[in-house]
Nanobody, 121 residues
């Protein structure tokens, strides 16, 4: 049974930082990703990482501000979020892909329960 458990969300002022964590169990995926969904908006892919090699993919909206990383020994993926903006406010989800196509956001099939990030101006 696949389990993805996110943590690290919270409230922060604009310009601040947060680090999200995702502990994975029950499934080995070649691709792990972070998504977000704000109220009234579609879910969007934010960042992804290849489990082998560690190559990364980012949405244009977060490039240069967010960093995805992994600790394979701990089966944990992180999302370091710096220079946060109010428009980054959303529920953030960890996800695992069912294929090696890490940059294809529709390949992600397994989801965590989400962690809320709120950025105030």
């Amino acid at each position: 049974q696949v389990q993805l458990v996110e943590s690290g969300g919270g409230s922060v002022q604009a310009g601040g930082s947060l680090r999200l964590s995702c502990a994975a169990s029950g499934y080995y995926s070649l691709c792990m990703g972070w998504f977000r969904q704000a109220p009234g908006k579609e879910r969007e892919g934010v960042a992804a990482i290849y489990s082998v090699g560690g190559s990364t993919v980012y949405a244009d909206s977060v490039k240069g501000r967010f960093t995805i990383s992994q600790d394979n020994a701990k089966n944990t993926v992180y999302l370091q979020m710096n220079s946060l903006k109010p428009e980054d406010s959303a529920m953030y989800y960890c996800a695992a892909a069912a294929s090696w196509r890490c940059d294809q956001w529709n390949e992600y099939k397994y989801w965590g329960q989400g962690t809320q990030v709120t950025v105030s101006s």
